[in-house]
């Protein structure tokens, strides 16, 4: 109960620091969707740390180092490390920059216009969209499978599972107060609630992440202890070749390069207020992922030593060592800074989502200039609004592994990242190879997802062909296609180039 209190607590706090954004709120739907792009250094810094570092690097690292071993530090987070930064400086400064001499709100009509091209819009955002969900998905699981490990035993008279042993709270229950908050604050506070709930929240999970190393570890006799414990049981987590090859970890850092095509990082990147406001995120973000993900890839490996929990339930692991290693004040405590990486990245996905719909599909050009903005503002919470409806009933029914959905999903993303590039430094690239680069991220993405359900192709244990990772396959399509459909099509008009060089 103690526990429970402890993150009811929370979350009404968070609401609390998001809703009251609203006082600067203009009441303009550029200041809905782009909070009058007026964000400075270190609310951008924290919303876009937050907004990537989500259960997928909480829970999902955790579950994975339980099962590879040290390994997935290099994997995910020494990349991570490298790459995003990179995505900001090259990709998210320029995009900056021009969406702001042309006023764009999304990716689709930064695209659309660049390569003059309605259909390539009509085809990039249902791809868009269709990524994004099963990232929001990864959220939505990853709250309910810690908190039903956490509160596992506390409410017997209450929830029970099948065999009638008492359970903890049930992840659809937990799923929906999540959902519930985050739409809350951002169906009335816009993108300045989330920016705000994401400086809040990351301060609260970056702390968390550290207290939890150094309270179990504590609880477990030290980091000698612990690690000594998981030597004796399972020594082949200790080194990082036993497990995975060097092609595969040379290939993870593919996955990176979604950062430069992820639709929610876009409509933040359009927040800033100026140029120099991307110096805080380009410097400091290395820092934060060692800062997070290093103590949740070591709690998994400690996991390994005192644990017994089958490989399929490893997402389960961070939210049983918090629940059996710390008190009931701690655990409720670092339950609730899990949940705030969670939160921290639903929110602006839910609200980028509903800002495609409402700029792409229902109002675009001439129906957007005449809309005013109360009703443009009205018709993205009603988008929002539906999001997280089909978000949170998808959570109910889907199964699969919060590490490996999430490497999918970026997957797609990063396949898509040769159209930006070629976008943002190739003249010569056109609305043909821009189209073709699409559709060949679609065909690759989509075999080898249809590969991986089926089991066919899998080596080591994981999901490789050629021994490295799909994302390296889906890329070099993507990069192909773009090439070879521009060489061959007619040069992109001159005078409309200069717009955007």
């Not at 065999?163 to 739409?183: D, E």
């Not at 993870?252 to 110096?279: C, D, E, N, R």
Request: hydrophobic share 55%; aromatic share 12%.
């Amino acid at each position: 109960m103690t526990s429970l209190l402890i993150i009811v607590g929370y979350l009404a706090l968070l609401l609390t620091v998001a809703l009251a954004s609203s006082r600067f709120a203009k009441g303009t739907s550029e200041d809905f969707f782009l909070a009058s792009r007026s964000i400075g250094p270190f609310l951008l810094l924290m919303s876009l740390f937050g907004t990537t570092m989500t259960a997928f690097a909480l829970v999902g690292s955790t579950g994975k180092s339980y099962n590879l071993g040290v390994g997935v530090y290099g994997l995910m987070a020494s990349w991570a490390a490298v790459v995003h930064p990179l995505m900001f400086a090259l990709v998210g400064l320029k995009l900056w920059q021009l969406g702001r001499r042309h006023h764009y709100v999304t990716q689709v009509q930064y695209f659309r216009d660049r390569f003059q091209s309605d259909r390539l819009g009509q085809l990039l955002f249902p791809i868009l969209v269709l990524l994004v969900i099963p990232y929001l998905l990864i959220g939505v699981q990853g709250a309910g499978i810690t908190v039903a490990a956490v509160t596992k035993g506390a409410f017997p008279t209450f929830f029970v599972d099948a065999a009638g042993a008492p359970s903890g709270i049930p992840a659809w229950l937990t799923g929906a107060v999540i959902c519930g908050v985050v739409l809350t604050y951002v169906f009335w506070g816009g993108i300045r609630a989330a920016a705000w709930a994401n400086g809040f929240q990351t301060c609260i999970f970056v702390v968390v992440a550290v207290l939890t190393f150094f309270t179990i570890s504590s609880a477990l006799g030290g980091v000698e202890a612990a690690t000594a414990a998981t030597m004796a049981k399972r020594p082949e987590l200790l080194i990082r070749g036993q497990s995975i090859g060097q092609a595969q970890f040379l290939s993870y850092g593919l996955v990176g390069l979604s950062m430069g095509m992820f639709p929610h990082i876009f409509q933040h990147w359009m927040t800033a207020k100026s140029a120099s406001t991307f110096k805080l995120p380009v410097i400091a973000h290395p820092i934060l992922v060692a800062l997070v993900w290093l103590p949740c890839v070591v709690l998994g490996i400690w996991a390994a030593g005192q644990l017994s929990v089958p490989p399929a339930k490893a997402n389960a692991v961070l939210g049983i060592m918090v629940a059996k290693y710390t008190t009931p004040v701690m655990s409720g405590v670092l339950t609730a800074g899990i949940l705030a990486a969670i939160m921290s990245s639903l929110d602006s996905q839910f609200l980028c989502l509903g800002t495609m719909f409402t700029h792409d599909v229902v109002l675009r050009g001439e129906l957007l200039e005449s809309a005013d903005d109360a009703r443009v503002i009205w018709i993205g919470r009603a988008f929002v609004t539906g999001v997280v409806l089909v978000t949170y009933l998808l959570s109910l029914v889907s199964n699969r592994g919060i590490f490996d959905l999430g490497v999918w999903c970026f997957s797609g993303f990063s396949g898509l990242t040769p159209l930006v590039i070629a976008a943002l430094y190739w003249r010569r690239a056109t609305r043909v190879g821009a189209m073709a680069s699409v559709l060949a991220v679609v065909v690759s993405w989509s075999v080898l997802f249809a590969m991986d359900s089926m089991g066919v192709g899998g080596e080591h244990g994981e999901f490789l062909v050629g021994g490295v990772m799909p994302v390296t396959w889906v890329f070099l399509s993507s990069t192909i296609a773009m090439v070879v459909g521009s060489l061959l099509s007619t040069p992109p008009d001159a005078e409309h180039i200069r717009r955007f060089f």
